[in-house]
């Protein structure tokens, strides 16, 4: 018996690593060869011995993060064959078989096969990597034909692999017709784990549309393939299959700038292209060869223009804190987002120089590393400061400004805000944003809480479109007062967030019928943008005073207002920001 087993992410970061599509198809693969159950690790030690009592073979997968999980559960395990597979296992496999005895075998690539073979107790075949005595043996990995990859059995994915969609506004599916990529990123485990695109037929993809469709009646899709317009081939067939079988879909796609050309779009929009998503990274020519990639910016004007006139969203992805980043890089990248606004929103990273990656190496040579912590590893957590910065809290709020974004930083802790303001000695006067005591919007105002689709980030007293909403506070003499801050973290609340100035909102303060601060708002999810906002003190009362936040109907702007303030998971606890009015007489 074989059990897969997926590991529990690090508890540091706020990701779910359940809906995998690589562990379905080793599933959908193997399910007809051998008595074969997945496990979705729970942090049960108990609960995994049970599911692995009668098993001859535990495997493990995951990422970076998910790695010194993987090494705990396998040195638990007695008697049976212990294998590691996927992109951290891909990029080093030498190492692991040199430092952890508790695991037997590694898989370099694709796993299907080999495990077959392991099952068989064939140990010498293509992908597999194991010692004898302190000599590693390793096998170089051998591709999958496109007639070999298997139709995903979406059963046994939580919830059926189905998940609300903010891109497509919709409940979606993952789905993949494709391996590999025609990139050399050298920040990507992909061209370790599998190499250049192998696809599946056209009628093989299809078919799996319609499948999905039949059993699930959602017809949105999220295709997941690392470079979809890879094949002209591919897309042409595939277009005139889907219009022959009357499907109706929506779709978003991943592709590389110079696959995009207006006749791939044009097909893709008649059969119901909805977004693409292009991975740009920077626009510096040092980071770009330092990434592997190249930027052709009169192509990528060109390919802006044609999704404006076919109506396809186009979003940008970009990677900042190279070894070669600065100050000056930085501000030309952003004077570019913004010129260039593109029409599905754009979305950083902040470089993560994953273990065994060929931009690791270059981190290492040049800036500072600051963890060999696997469990440090996952987006949104600084684990390299680039040689141009020497100071670590300076290098996390510049990077927490420039993107907007709650991040972290390996071995640096927050300290809440409330409890760092009350060691300056000035008075503090703390609103809950939840306690207000009028509110009138346009469409809604309540609070809230989370959902079962999302619970990470902070709380949100969600205002949509315009209006206003009050708080009421006390202050012993007001005459005394020189300085007045308020600290909140606010935002628009447009509908699913999406990106540019259209979708921000002119925010009004008054303190009683006096107008005090006017600010710009964001649309600016999970916690928020963090603003200390000099108020006027002019109309301040001795005893009862009411603090009003105010979208004019008459606004240029006006997408609502979201006021961030508890954490929704362990996580974000450094970030539980009440409203704040720090007093200086």
Same mark, same amino acid.
């Given at each position: 018996m074989l059990v897969i087993v997926n590991p529990a992410p690090t508890k540091k970061a706020p990701v779910d690593a359940r809906n995998h599509l690589g562990i379905a198809s080793l599933f959908s693969y193997?399910? /007809?060869?051998?008595?074969?159950?997945?496990?979705? /690790?729970? %942090?049960?030690?108990?609960?995994?011995?049970? $599911?692995?009592?009668?098993?001859?073979?535990?495997?493990?997968?995951?990422?970076?993060? =998910?790695?010194?999980r993987a090494f705990e559960l396998a040195s638990m395990v007695v008697n049976k064959k212990t294998v590691f597979g996927g992109p951290f296992a891909s990029m080093n496999y030498r190492n692991i078989l040199k430092n952890h005895e508790e695991i037997d075998f590694i898989i370099v690539g694709e796993g299907e096969k080999p495990l077959e073979n392991l099952l068989n107790g064939v140990f010498d075949y293509p992908g597999i990597?194991?010692?004898?005595?302190?000599?590693?043996?390793?096998?170089?990995?051998?591709?999958?034909? $496109?007639?070999?990859?298997?139709?995903?059995?979406?059963?046994?994915?939580?919830?059926?692999?189905? !998940?609300?969609?903010?891109?497509?506004?919709?409940?979606?599916?993952?789905?993949?017709?494709? %391996?590999?990529?025609?990139?050399?990123?050298? !920040?990507?485990?992909? +061209?370790?784990?599998f190499g250049s695109p192998i696809l599946i037929?056209?009628?093989?993809?299809?078919?799996?549309?319609?499948?999905?469709?039949?059993?699930?009646?959602?017809?949105? !899709? $999220?295709?997941? *393939?690392?470079?979809?317009?890879?094949?002209?081939? !591919?897309l042409r067939e595939f277009c005139e299959l889907v219009r022959k079988n009357y499907l109706k879909i929506k779709f978003r796609i991943n592709c590389r700038l110079d696959d995009i050309t207006y006749e791939k779009l044009e097909m893709l929009k008649n059969i119901g292209l909805y977004k693409i998503t292009?991975?740009?990274?920077?626009?510096?020519?040092?980071?770009?060869?330092?990434?592997?990639?190249?930027?052709?910016?009169?192509?990528?004007?060109?390919? =802006?223009?044609?999704?404006?006139?076919? #109506?396809?969203?186009?979003a940008t992805l970009f990677i900042i804190g190279s070894p070669f980043e600065t100050l000056k890089t930085l501000e030309r990248l952003k004077s570019f987002i913004k010129d260039l606004s593109p029409s599905g929103g754009f979305d950083f990273?902040?470089? =993560?120089?994953? +273990?065994?990656t060929p931009i690791e190496k270059l981190c290492r040579k040049m800036g500072?590393?600051?963890?060999?912590?696997?469990? #440090?590893?996952?987006? *949104?957590?600084?684990?390299?400061?680039?040689?141009?910065?020497? *100071?670590?809290?300076?290098?996390?709020?510049?990077l927490r400004n420039f993107t907007g974004k709650k991040l972290n930083m390996a071995g640096f802790s927050d300290e809440i805000l409330l409890e760092r303001l009350k060691k300056t000695g000035k008075k503090l006067l703390v609103i809950n944003p939840d306690k207000f005591s009028k509110v009138e919007f346009n469409i809604e105002a309540y609070h809230w809480e989370g959902s079962n689709r999302c619970k990470?980030?902070?709380?949100?007293?969600?205002? %949509?479109?315009?209006?206003?909403?009050?708080?009421?506070?006390?202050?012993?003499?007001?005459?005394?007062?020189?300085?007045?801050?308020?600290?909140?973290?606010?935002?628009?609340?447009?509908?699913?967030?999406?990106?540019? /100035?259209e979708n921000c909102?002119?925010? *009004?303060?008054?303190?009683?019928?006096?107008?005090?601060?006017?600010?710009?708002? %964001?649309?600016?999810?999970?916690?928020?943008?963090?603003?200390?906002?000099?108020?006027?003190?002019?109309?301040?009362?001795?005893?009862?005073?009411?603090?009003?936040?105010?979208? +004019?109907?008459?606004?240029t702007h006006k997408k609502g207002l979201s006021i961030f303030y508890k954490p929704l998971n362990e996580f974000y606890n450094s970030y539980k920001t009440p409203i704040i009015l720090e007093v200086k007489g």
């Open positions: 193997l399910k /007809d060869k051998t008595n074969i159950k997945l496990y979705y /690790d729970n %942090r049960s030690n108990k609960d995994f011995l049970y $599911a692995i009592k009668n098993a001859n073979i535990v495997a493990f997968t995951g990422m970076t993060y =998910q790695a010194k990597a194991y010692r004898i005595n302190e000599k590693i043996i390793f096998n170089a990995p051998k591709r999958l034909l $496109a007639s070999e990859i298997p139709d995903i059995d979406y059963s046994i994915i939580p919830k059926n692999g189905i !998940f609300f969609d903010h891109a497509l506004l919709s409940p979606s599916i993952p789905i993949m017709f494709s %391996r590999g990529c025609n990139g050399h990123c050298t !920040f990507c485990a992909v +061209p370790s784990m037929s056209p009628k093989k993809a299809v078919s799996q549309l319609e499948n999905l469709i039949i059993k699930t009646s959602i017809n949105t !899709f $999220a295709i997941e *393939d690392d470079n979809f317009l890879y094949s002209s081939d !591919f292009v991975g740009l990274e920077h626009i510096d020519e040092n980071i770009l060869q330092s990434f592997g990639k190249s930027l052709d910016i009169n192509h990528l004007y060109s390919v =802006q223009k044609w999704c404006n006139n076919l #109506d396809i969203k186009l990273q902040v470089l =993560q120089p994953h +273990p065994g500072i590393m600051l963890s060999d912590d696997t469990d #440090d590893y996952f987006s *949104d957590n600084i684990t390299y400061i680039p040689p141009s910065f020497d *100071d670590k809290k300076k290098y996390l709020d510049l990470s980030g902070l709380s949100i007293i969600k205002c %949509r479109d315009f209006g206003f909403i009050e708080y009421e506070f006390e202050l012993d003499n007001p005459e005394n007062i020189s300085e007045l801050t308020l600290h909140a973290r606010l935002a628009s609340h447009p509908i699913d967030w999406p990106q540019g /100035d909102s002119d925010l *009004d303060i008054y303190i009683n019928e006096n107008s005090v601060a006017k600010v710009f708002l %964001r649309p600016i999810h999970t916690i928020g943008e963090y603003k200390e906002i000099a108020i006027k003190c002019a109309g301040i009362l001795k005893k009862h005073n009411t603090l009003r936040f105010e979208i +004019p109907e008459n606004a």
